[in-house]
Nanobody
Framework: QVQLVESGGGLVQAGGSLRLACTASGRTLSSYAMGWFRQAPGKEREFVAAISRSGRTTYYADSVRFTISRDNAKNTVYLQMVSLKAEDTAVYYC?????????????????????WGQGTQVTVSS
């Protein structure tokens, strides 16, 4: 079983940037496709970005200005966020998908992810 811990959230002005990190322990991160999701107050948790086990395939939600990457040697996945807007304010979660069938084609569905971190708050002031 893998444990996930997010970091890098905080308060930033609109137009600014943040880089979130998700560090895994317990098992090697290369065994999982990874995703980032976010949940704003009063809204459902939504897909942001996903990356395959190798890092060769990435998917993004429409209109996000973010880049997902991973460093399997460091057991860490990143979400680089630029040109942040007030509507990007949310708790950001990383998640791991252990399914071999989706190793190279990461899922956009939160239901496909087995393990979740506790989340990190991102607040964008306008």
């Amino acid at each position: 079983q893998v444990q996930l811990v997010e970091s890098g959230g905080g308060l930033v002005q609109a137009g600014g940037s943040l880089r979130l990190a998700c560090t895994a322990s317990g098992r090697t991160l290369s065994s999982y496709a990874m995703g980032w999701f976010r949940q704003a107050p009063g809204k459902e948790r939504e897909f942001v970005a996903a990356i395959s086990r190798s890092g060769r395939t990435t998917y993004y939600a429409d209109s996000v200005r973010f880049t997902i990457s991973r460093d399997n040697a460091k057991n860490t996945v990143y979400l680089q966020m630029v040109s942040l807007k007030a509507e990007d304010t949310a708790v950001y979660y990383c998640a791991a998908d252990s399914a071999t069938a989706r190793a190279g084609v990461p899922s956009r569905s939160r239901n496909d992810y087995d393990y979740w971190g506790q989340g990190t708050q991102v607040t964008v002031s306008s």
